[in-house]
């Protein structure tokens, strides 16, 4: 059977965010997950520290940080 993938498809795998919110729609087993818009932001409460800080539109780990607790964040 041959397999083919949209244009949607492609450009929602290019973003973390929508990549989640599509596994999660169809019950594939992901990590919490939440979007924090800019580095001004509050963090949302529900985080429990530590986090993986990664970029939306990056990829091969480029960007990504670990932070200990909140001072950890901006």
Known sequence: ???SV???GIRKSFDK????T???EHNVPTPSTVLV???VSPLPLSLVFP???KPLNENQ???IVVAYDPADYN
């Open 1 to 3: 059977a041959l397999v």
């Open 6 to 8: 949209t244009a949607e």
């Open 17 to 20: 965010f929508q990549s989640y």
């Open 22 to 24: 599509l596994l999660m």
């Open 37 to 39: 818009v800019d580095a």
């Open 51 to 53: 986090v993986i800080l």
């Open 61 to 63: 780990g480029k960007g």
